[in-house]
């Protein structure tokens, strides 16, 4: 996510184009005690310079949050929930959902945990829609994702799967978590952020 940071900034100074970035960390919310309910997230970067994306990503404070009650993820509720405070809305803004695990639409595949109800596909985009971002992208395991989830001392195991059938649907373009490798193969983020002009409709 740096290096495809860096790359937008690179061709927006070109274009001379002002270029921030925004970064969100997500906990669990279902933990048993409630420590992570109501408000689940950290806004670590808020429209601010690319060149600090690098460091605050090692700033997130993993041990201040209660261990969840599923694997399942709240990314959806947590964009949903910050995304006002965070986008530019002088700016074309892009938004990308990264995790590694399967994401909450309450009543869609991986739904809601009893502790705690996340958004449901339809508030998730009347919320992105009427904010006008377009420019939705995720790194999501799809047909690869955890088959066997990693413990203390285990990496856990990475098979076929088929997880995030709902939250793909939400975006213009999903990649596989686990298969990409390297900025490149983002190239088509960059360009239909700089020129949503040139994107799929």
Known sequence: MVKF????ERYATKAKIPATCSLVAYTDPTDIGGKNRPVFWDIILNKAPISRLDDAFSSIDRGKWARGGDWEESGMT???KTLGAVMDKTVENSLILVSDERNK??????SSHPRFKD?????FLTRVDSAKVKNRYALIPMKRGYIKMPTATSKGKVGATDYNRDVKTCFRQCKEYFNVRYVSELNNWVKWTLDPSKAPK
Do not use: G, M, R
């Open 5 to 8: 940071a860096k790359e937008i």
């Open 78 to 80: 947590a964009i949903h």
């Open 105 to 110: 639409l309450h009543n869609s595949q991986h």
């Open 119 to 123: 958004v449901t596909k339809a508030e």
